[in-house]
């Protein structure tokens, strides 16, 4: 008599278990999973090559790039990267009246205005430049400086280290002048600081006053012989 625990093959067959006799939560999971493999052969059958609705597997997923169908209306939100590129590329060769369009929104416009406000400074800044260059190199005014403005960070350092520099160069230029015209006047007691703010004077600096301050001692030394 043949076993009945094997099939004719010599395996057993499997065993069937009711629906009713498992538990609760393992139908609501055996349900899931029919639903779930009804749903995508459905979504294999409609579109001819079981690529899913996408063409991609049935991957929808949301953050992955897709290709823009020809014809397709431009996102303003999306920058020109050309248009961007040709923009810094004139700042890079010291073309600083470039901009960049104003109508661009989103992301994108507040790059082209962030640009747009560099641009704006840096050509600013190139003309107080070249108006401080003009009033204190060739006009003599030395005591013109740049305004700092609305600039903070290292832009006012730039402004400051501008500053610095004609100080440094004017404050010889005043003293030599002040003792000189003293001397003109007769007065042979004023001689050059060889300091300024407590930082001694260097270099070419410090070798004029000292040039300044020993003409002044000969020249006493000659009016007191003189008067002797």
Excluded: Y
């Amino acid at each position: 008599m043949p076993n009945l625990a094997t099939s004719k093959n010599g395996k057993k067959p499997k065993t069937i278990v009711p629906i009713s006799a498992k538990p609760a939560l393992q139908q609501k999971l055996d349900s899931a999973t029919i639903h779930s493999s009804s749903a995508n052969g459905r979504t294999r059958a409609a579109n001819g090559n079981g690529n899913g609705v996408n063409g991609n597997r049935g991957d929808d997923n949301p953050h992955r790039a897709r290709a823009v169908p020809d014809g397709f209306p431009f996102n303003p939100d999306d920058l020109d990267h050309r248009q961007l590129l040709s923009a810094l590329v004139a700042i890079k060769r010291g073309d600083f009246s470039v901009r960049l369009p104003v109508h661009w929104i989103g992301v994108g416009g507040k790059v082209a205005e962030a640009f747009n406000d560099v641009a704006d400074i840096m050509s600013q800044s190139t003309r107080d430049l070249n108006r401080i260059s003009r009033l204190v190199g060739h006009e003599g005014k030395i005591n013109e400086r740049l305004a700092t403005g609305h600039v903070t960070g290292e832009w006012a350092q730039r402004v400051d280290s501008v500053n610095t520099l004609i100080n440094c160069l004017a404050h010889p230029i005043s003293e030599t002048a002040r003792v000189i015209g003293a001397v003109a006047k007769g007065d042979l007691s004023q001689t050059m600081a060889v300091d300024i703010e407590g930082r001694k004077l260097e270099g070419e600096f410090s070798r004029t006053a000292r040039t300044v301050n020993t003409m002044v001692d000969q020249l006493s030394a000659f009016a007191s012989e003189v008067t002797r």
